[in-house]
């Protein structure tokens, strides 16, 4: 590009650029667009340059000036690839990051302007921020893929991350010095131990010692294995199935925990209105479907004919086992308020009119399926960091980048 092009360019971009004054100057040109010694300048701010040698700081401002070249190709590609972002998205980043900071948005923008910046900069820069997120998400994030073979060689080769996992445990077991019970006998106690609790137990088994001891702020991996195992799923009552150790028969009960979450069985029909149908005769289709599964009809064969949601109608409407995370909130205000082996009454989401049958609930402890995320995370964020330099590295090489000294 020659010097009367490169001319043109500052020119044309110093006319543009709003937050441009006589003072300024370029000190990078990016294709077709320029960055600011004020740019620059407000980056180098934000460090303690104090006591820094001459060689430290032009390297400092070097490193600065890459790194808003980097985000100028990007910003530039984000807008051939057609990213954008709408007024509502940046208003719930704003909402989200004041949130995050104990302010409300007013509180906010003000700390904002008090620190010098403008307001309207402010939601620019973030604007593009999100938008280069959203590019790396898009290009990078989504299309990496962790196979189970990576996934296994982490875990043999490397420390696994560490999670909170401090719970608390209601401990029962059941004292069989003559080993006259057996693990039917010891479920049958302890069944009855869960429906009526431990007092009349008490009275109601006299011939058997049943010590309960609470374990508070107990590490999970810590415990012995079989407790981590029997652990893994409870029951809608945040029990344990009955094994045996060399205590005796023992069961336990979660009174506290963040390792865990509720799972819902589900099955639903998906029905929509249309000309010829109206809600009234959905409706009506719906409550004579409920009252013949609760004449001993099969709830599946009902979703197999008529649910229009045909990935889980071919399974007789089941949805497996899911958590309250993974549906939108109608649903899930059903689903969590319908008892077990029950048939919600007819309601609607943003996809049509359903009714849901709750086969069964659980508890499952969700350690593994953490521990297991973070390990994706980390080899995708590996793998992501690779593509994203080489991809920048041919930006790079295909684009102009003039620095002005």
């Not at 197999?304 to 109608?313: C, G, Q, R």
Request: a positive charge; glycine letters at 4%; hydrophobic letters at 35%.
């Amino acid at each position: 590009m020659n010097k009367i092009k490169i001319s043109i360019i500052i020119f044309a971009m110093v006319c543009m650029k709003p937050a441009f004054s006589l003072e300024d100057s370029i000190v990078a040109i990016v294709n077709d667009r320029v960055i600011l010694k004020s740019e620059l300048d407000n980056r180098l701010q934000q460090i303690d340059i104090n006591n820094l040698s001459r060689i430290q700081l032009s390297k400092i401002k070097n490193d600065i000036l890459e790194k808003l070249i980097e985000e100028s190709l990007m910003n530039q590609a984000s807008e051939r690839l057609g990213i954008n972002v709408s007024d509502i998205d940046l208003q719930n980043q704003i909402r989200s990051i004041a949130k995050r900071e104990g302010l409300t948005v007013l509180q906010l923008k003000e700390k904002i302007e008090n620190s010098g910046l403008s307001y309207i900069n402010y939601l620019e820069i973030l604007r593009k921020n999100i938008k280069r997120q959203e590019l790396l998400r898009t290009q990078f994030t989504n299309r990496a893929y962790v196979s189970e073979e990576e996934i296994n060689s982490y875990i043999q080769n490397n420390t696994l991350p560490e999670l909170s996992t401090n719970i608390n445990l209601q401990e029962y077991v059941i004292k069989d010095k003559y080993k006259k019970l057996n693990l039917s006998q010891a479920k049958i106690l302890f069944d009855s131990i869960r429906l009526e609790g431990d007092e009349k137990n008490n009275t109601k088994y006299p011939g058997y010692e049943i010590e309960i001891s609470v374990l508070n702020d107990i590490q999970i991996t810590k415990l012995p294995d079989i407790y981590q195992n029997n652990l893994q799923v409870l029951d809608e009552n945040n029990f344990t199935k009955t094994f045996q150790t060399g205590k005796g028969f023992t069961m336990l009960k979660v009174l506290k925990s963040n390792m865990f979450k509720d799972e819902y069985k589900v099955s639903h029909i998906l029905m929509k209105t249309n000309p010829m149908e109206g809600i009234d005769k959905v409706k009506e289709k719906f409550y004579k479907i409920k009252k013949e599964v609760l004449d001993g009809n099969d709830f599946s064969d009902y979703a197999k004919k008529y649910s229009l949601d045909k990935t889980s109608a071919i399974k007789g409407g089941s949805l497996g086992w899911i958590t309250k995370e993974l549906v939108v909130d109608s649903f899930r205000r059903v689903m969590i308020n319908t008892s077990i082996g029950e048939i919600s009454e007819p309601f609607k989401t943003q996809y049509g009119w359903h009714i849901l049958y709750l086969e069964d609930k659980r508890t499952k402890n969700m350690y593994s399926d953490i521990q297991r995320n973070q390990i994706i995370s980390i080899l995708k964020d590996r793998k992501v960091l690779v593509a994203k330099k080489e991809w920048l590295s041919k930006l790079r090489d295909q684009a102009y980048i003039k620095v002005i000294q």
